[in-house]
């Protein structure tokens, strides 16, 4: 018998029927004998309908007061889903984030979890129940409600995992795994039987939707095992996410092509080229809560230099505003700004020991005239930003350049 954490995404609790497809899978799995624990999202659309109607009443909605709005629609899924469980004679009970108890910072709409209290759960557990817990939510030290940020329910799902010490934790979504890219773009992308931690962090970070990043630095930090599966298909094994040692030596230089659209360039022009400035222009960024992601500075001989940085799309007019407030204490000339941009990523721990990656990235997307605005790397994937109209081709381009579309040995 094994302790299983599953999670369910909106869009596998979008309906009645389906929600009944939920319980009839997890009914499956208690059968086996196994102890499950279920974490779910709220109903597909639901998230985005109380987000729209705090906003009718405020532009500027409170962020405590938004987080008490958004997480009712976990609530409502669990008592469905526990109700669904017990009507096919499955005993189940559901807890809110606050009633397991699942504490977290006081950083509304995007808080971290700081600690689990599973004592609940292992009692329900002993006494042959179902748990159903709502993802996405927490309370703080003072027992406000907190919502973990878009995704979150995966990040409860794994941390709920390393807690109980689950023998697995499932993720269960609308696709049947993770892909070598997004298969809309690239019809012959491959589903993955393995990938890494350490390369799923990557993709999740660069634009890949199928896991939170979150997710993944729990899972990997907590040694959970993972593994993505299809709330519509019964057979699929799905992509397991483990360690590099348990890989197949043989595998691919590149496991993947990850993209995302939601890029904005920022360039401050001008200012003086001595230590401390970097510090100068990002310090006021990082204290208005925005994430940099990639980052050049150019050194010219007049004694200045041009700095570059990119940074979510919807965080684009922010930023702006920040800077124009300290554009004349960091001595800089212009601020220049391009929302038009995306990034495309190759991605694949066989970079540790292959190298070339860079040129063969370069010489395909060159032979398409793509021209390339800003370039970052790390052990395992190098990124690029290029203009937005340039990214499916860009994506297509890559994955054949690395042989992706070959099935594996």
């Not at 984030?97 to 689990?116: C, P, S």
């Not at 996405?136 to 409860?156: E, H, P, W, Y």
């Amino acid at each position: 018998m094994a302790l299983i954490v599953q999670k369910y995404g909106g869009t596998s609790m979008g309906s009645p029927e389906r929600i009944k497809n939920v319980a009839r899978r997890v009914a499956k799995f208690r059968a086996q004998g196994h102890q499950v624990v279920v974490v779910v999202s709220a109903m597909s659309g639901e998230t985005n309908r109380l987000v729209a109607l705090a906003r009718e009443l405020s532009k500027a909605p409170d962020p405590r007061e938004l987080d008490v709005v958004v997480s009712t629609g976990e609530q409502v899924s669990i008592g469905l889903l526990v109700l669904a469980l017990q009507d096919i004679g499955v005993a189940a009970k559901s807890y809110t984030g606050g009633q397991v108890k699942i504490l977290t910072d006081n950083a509304f709409g995007k808080a971290r979890i700081l600690g689990i209290d599973e004592a609940a759960i292992r009692r329900d557990l002993a006494e042959d129940k179902v748990v159903v817990v709502a993802g996405f939510q927490g309370v703080d030290a003072d027992g406000n409600i907190t919502t973990l940020g878009r995704g979150g329910s995966d990040t409860t799902g794994v941390a709920l995992a390393a807690a109980l010490k689950a023998d697995e934790c499932q993720i269960y979504t609308d696709v049947d795994g993770v892909y070598t890219t997004d298969p809309r773009i690239v019809p012959e992308a491959r589903r993955l039987d393995v990938i890494t931690f350490e390369e799923m962090l990557e993709m999740a970070s660069l634009g890949s939707k199928v896991l939170q990043i979150r997710s993944v630095e729990f899972a990997g930090k907590y040694k959970v095992k993972l593994r993505v599966l299809s709330s519509f298909e019964e057979e699929s094994q799905g992509t397991l996410i483990t360690v590099e040692e348990n890989r197949n030596m043989e595998q691919p230089v590149i496991s993947g092509i990850a993209f995302n659209r939601d890029e904005a360039k920022i360039t401050v022009l001008g200012v003086p080229d001595q230590p401390g400035i970097a510090c100068q222009i990002l310090g006021p960024v990082a204290e208005a809560n925005i994430d940099v992601d990639m980052i050049i500075q150019n050194a010219g001989r007049d004694g200045t230099a041009d700095f570059s940085f990119t940074v979510s799309r919807n965080d684009l007019d922010k930023t702006v505003n920040v800077l124009d407030r300290v554009k004349a204490v960091i001595g800089a000339k212009a601020i220049e700004a391009d929302k038009n941009l995306c990034k495309v990523s190759v991605v694949g721990v066989g970079m540790h020991s292959h190298p070339g990656v860079a040129a063969r990235m370069f010489r395909a997307l060159s032979e398409e005239g793509i021209n390339i605005r800003m370039i970052s790397t790390s052990e395992i994937k190098i990124s690029v930003a290029i203009d937005e109209k340039y990214l499916e081709l860009a994506v297509r381009v890559l994955h054949k350049a690395f042989d992706l579309d070959r099935p594996a040995l």
